[in-house]
């Protein structure tokens, strides 16, 4: 009954929303998402601004000025959703950062802030979806973890904590959206070039690249194609899953 009528836009007639669509892997899912036939709500922190716009813009959609972490984050995307569009079908929560220092010289602002954006915000604003009946039947929900969220890396401690935890939160959450033929899963990048990975220290990123069998990093289109075939129609039993988008990692 979901089967669509065109093939070359399998998500045509729904609608999308990706957080941290500004730059980077989320204006690559978002351009994705679009290319297959959805309208893409482009979220991002109101100083995005015009890299926000351009996004919404080079895709066809539209742009909302959204801090994933304010307390209503969740309440007012539901209500943008709800009144704009009449609901969401595809959520991706791609919006995150990193505030790396060694353990023992990390402040708790520094770690609060990464589980804020990276693990509280996927939860809150998907728990006030579903409590907005914003999400529609058979919709799509897909975290952005890592691999340091698999494995974890020297140096990260907040950052793989968070993203281990959106894998639980994918795990713990499959069987219970499955009763609305709601999937939800997650895509675990290696090294991807973009500028969160150009600003760590040449070394590391060396290191980074070298973890994939590709021998060089990915590109965040690699990811986007990755949440695009978990928003597809062909992947509707697919739930509670972690791929990795990093060559066939040595992890
Ligand atoms: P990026 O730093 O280039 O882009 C992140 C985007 O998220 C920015 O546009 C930023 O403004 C937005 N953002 C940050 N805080 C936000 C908030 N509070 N509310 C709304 N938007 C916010 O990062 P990149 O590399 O594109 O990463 C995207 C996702 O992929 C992140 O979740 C990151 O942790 C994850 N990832 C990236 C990898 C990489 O190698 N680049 C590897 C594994 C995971």
Same mark, same amino acid.
Not at 139 to 165: D, E, F, H, M, P
Not at 180 to 192: C, E, L
């Given at each position: ?28 899912? !978002? ?16 100083? !995005? ?66 589980? !804020? ?30 691999? !340091? ?103």
């Amino acid at each position: 009954p979901d089967a669509p009528a065109d093939r070359d836009r399998p998500l045509a007639g729904k609608v999308a929303v990706v957080t941290g669509a500004a730059r980077g892997i989320g204006a690559a899912i !978002a351009e994705v998402l679009a290319r297959d036939g959805a309208h893409v709500v482009c979220a991002d922190v109101p100083a !995005a601004g015009e890299a926000l716009s351009a996004t919404a813009n080079a895709v066809g959609g539209t742009s909302l000025a959204l801090d994933v972490t304010g307390p209503d984050a969740g309440a007012v995307l539901a209500e943008h959703l709800l009144t704009r569009h009449g609901g969401v079908d595809v959520v991706v929560h791609n919006a995150g950062i990193t505030r790396d220092k060694k353990l023992v010289n990390m402040d708790a602002d520094r770690w609060t802030s990464v589980m !804020a954006v990276n693990l509280l915000a996927p939860q809150r604003i998907t728990a006030a979806l579903l409590a907005a009946g914003a999400l529609r039947d058979g919709g799509r929900v897909v975290g952005v973890s890592s691999l !340091a969220g698999i494995a974890g890396n020297a140096g990260q401690t907040s950052y793989a904590a968070s993203k281990a935890g959106v894998i639980g939160l994918v795990q713990a959450l499959a069987p219970e959206l499955a009763t609305r033929r709601v999937t939800i899963n997650a895509v675990a990048p290696g090294f991807i070039e973009t500028a969160m990975t150009a600003a760590i220290p040449l070394v590391t990123r060396e290191g980074g690249r070298r973890l994939s069998s590709l021998g060089q990093g990915g590109l965040s289109v690699d990811v986007a194609e990755t949440v695009a075939w978990f928003a597809s129609p062909g992947s509707a039993a697919v739930t509670g899953q972690v791929v990795r988008v990093c060559g066939q990692s040595l992890l």
